[in-house]
């Protein structure tokens, strides 16, 4: 299987790496609570973003694009910009279990965004092989969700001091902090026409 990949899949498994390590960053913070593991954390991000970018760019280059390495490219931005971000917000203190739920729509708006542009992305080429727009926000939009996280831990605003405090709801925790997440979900899913750069 190796054999088959092309050099912008080797970019896109560091992509994928960033996202993983992300996650085992915010493992780390859990077990120490030391708050340099959740820079590390929202610091992978960018670097998973700029390898998505560069994965991009060197299949153009060399005219190599392939069915395997749009699949890798869609599993790859699930982990770094979909499960790594709500998964760093879980570690900032959203944690309840409204928290959870918005988190988890988050995450399956993306991978619903994601399947929806693989499947309609020839259709959108009109027979060009190169999209114009995208129909919802791209997954890597997520980004901004992070620097708010990256934001929040420097201003020590993490666990019970984050921002916008909590509200019981029947009993159940909900940050309002967290509805970033239910929002971005939301703008992935919409049919906002966004223009490919």
Not at 133 to 150: D, K, M, N, R, W
Request: glycine content about 8%.
């Amino acid at each position: 299987m190796i054999r088959e990949f092309h050099l912008a899949d080797w970019f896109t498994l560091a992509n994928s790496f960033c996202g993983v390590g992300a996650l085992f960053s915010v493992m780390t913070y859990l077990q120490t609570l030391d708050p340099l593991h959740l820079y590390f954390a929202c610091g992978l991000i960018p670097v998973a973003l700029f390898f998505d970018v560069l994965d991009g760019r060197i299949a153009r280059w060399r005219q190599q694009s392939s069915a395997l390495g749009r699949e890798l490219d869609s599993l790859a931005d699930v982990i770094s910009f979909g499960v790594a971000p709500a998964v760093i917000a879980y570690g900032c203190g959203m944690q309840g279990l409204f928290d959870r739920i918005v988190l988890v729509y988050f995450v399956a708006c993306g991978v619903s965004r994601l399947a929806r542009y693989n499947v309609t992305a020839e259709q959108l080429s009109e027979g060009t092989g190169k999209v114009k727009y995208f129909e919802g926000t791209p997954i890597p939009t997520s980004l901004l969700l992070v620097a708010v996280l990256a934001w929040a831990t420097w201003a020590q605003a993490i666990g019970d001091d984050l921002w916008f405090g909590v509200v019981k709801i029947a009993g159940f925790q909900l940050h309002p902090l967290v509805l970033m997440f239910a929002l971005s979900g939301s703008l992935m899913i919409s049919r906002i026409r966004i223009p490919k750069l």
